[in-house]
C-alpha cells in the first residue's frame, strides 16, 4: 500500500522531472570529512532527491574498525552507493563488514545494492519494522520514486533489503568497537534506529535529527521525535551526525528538538484557542523566526501544522 508520504512526494517529484535523464554510474564526488578517530561522513546537498542533484542527498557515513568498515545509510541509490565507495577507498582499503540503515526512507538505503556488489558477505542491519515494510512490498515504491525523481539517473538501481534486526539497546561488538542501538518509537517513520559508535563518541541519528533543512513529518510524530531528541542528546556523544545537514556537537539535536517543541507546544495552544491550522500559520511561522532560512521550510511547515493538529487530535 502506497503510503501519504509516497503520494505526496511523487506528486512533488512528478512536478520537477519532466525531462527525462540517462541512467548513471556514479553520483559525482563529493567530499569525505572525517569527524572522529575512525569515522568519516559525506554530507550530501540539501533538497528533494532531483535531476539536479542525482537522487543524492543523504549523509551516509562509515567507520572503520580493526577488521573492516561499518557503512551508515549508503545513498539513494546503486550510483550513490558507488560515489561512496569511492571515497572510502581514499582512506581504507578494508572491506564493508557491515552496513547501518537508519530508517526505511529509500534515500537512506537504496545505496545497499552497491555495497554488496563489492562486498557480497556485509551484514545489512536495521529496524525490524523497516524489514517488514520493505519486504511487504514498499521496497519497490521506493525504486520508483528515486528513478521518477531523478528522470532516470537511478536506473539500474534495485532493492537490498537489510536482514539483521536490530532492537533497542543491542550492542553490536564490531572489530574492536562498538555500535549500540536506540530505536525510538514513533519517531522520525516508526521504523528508526539511531547507531552510538561509542569509541568514537559519534551518533547517526538518521531523519530523528536534521539540520540546516525541516524534513517530512507524514510517517512520524512530533511527540515521539522529541522524547526521541532528548533521548539522544542524553547519551552526550561528541559528534552528532544528523540525517541530512552539517553535522555538529549536541546542538544540532537540542535545535531541532526546539523546532520541532515550538511547533508543536504552539500549534496546541492555538488549537486550544480555536484556531483552524489555516489560522494559526502566521503565528506559529513568527515564532519559528530562526528556523525560516532552512532548506524546505516553506514547503514543510504548512503540512507539519496540519500534521500537529490531527496528532492532537488523535490523542484526544
Ligand atoms: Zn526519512
Known sequence: MKSLAQFCFAFFVAALASASVQAGEQVRDYPLTKIAPHTYVIHGPLGYPSVENQGFMNNPGFVI??????????????????????????VTNKPVTHVFNTHVHGDHWLGNQAIIEAYPKAKLIGHPEMIKKLNDGEDQQWVSTMEKSTAGFTKGTRAVVPDVP??????????????????????????????????DSVVFTGDNVLNQTIGRMVDGTFKGNIAACDRIAAVKAKHYVPGHG????????????????????????QYDLGKSDFEMKGVIVA??????????????????????????????
Open 246 to 269: 552539517p553535522s555538529g556537537d549536541v546542538s544540532v539535536v537540542t535545535n531541532y528538538r526546539q523546532y520541532l517543541a515550538t511547533l508543536f507546544s504552539t500549534v496546541k495552544q
Open 65 to 90: 574498525t580493526n577488521d573492516g568498515v561499518v557503512v551508515i545509510d549508503p545513498g539513494s541509490s546503486v550510483q550513490a552507493g558507488r560515489m561512496l565507495l569511492k571515497q572510502m577507498r581514499t
Open 287 to 316: 515564532k519559528l523566526k530562526p528556523y525560516q532560512n532552512w532548506n524546505r521550510f516553506e514547503l514543510e511547515v504548512g503540512p507539519h501544522i496540519s500534521l500537529a493538529v490531527l496528532e492532537l487530535e488523535a490523542a484526544m
Open 166 to 199: 536490530a532492537t533497542d539497546n543491542a550492542e553490536f561488538k564490531i572489530g574492536g568497537m562498538t555500535f549500540r542501538i536506540y530505536a525510538p518509537e514513533k519517531a522520525h517513520s516508526h521504523t528508526d534506529i539511531m547507531i552510538l559508535a561509542v569509541e
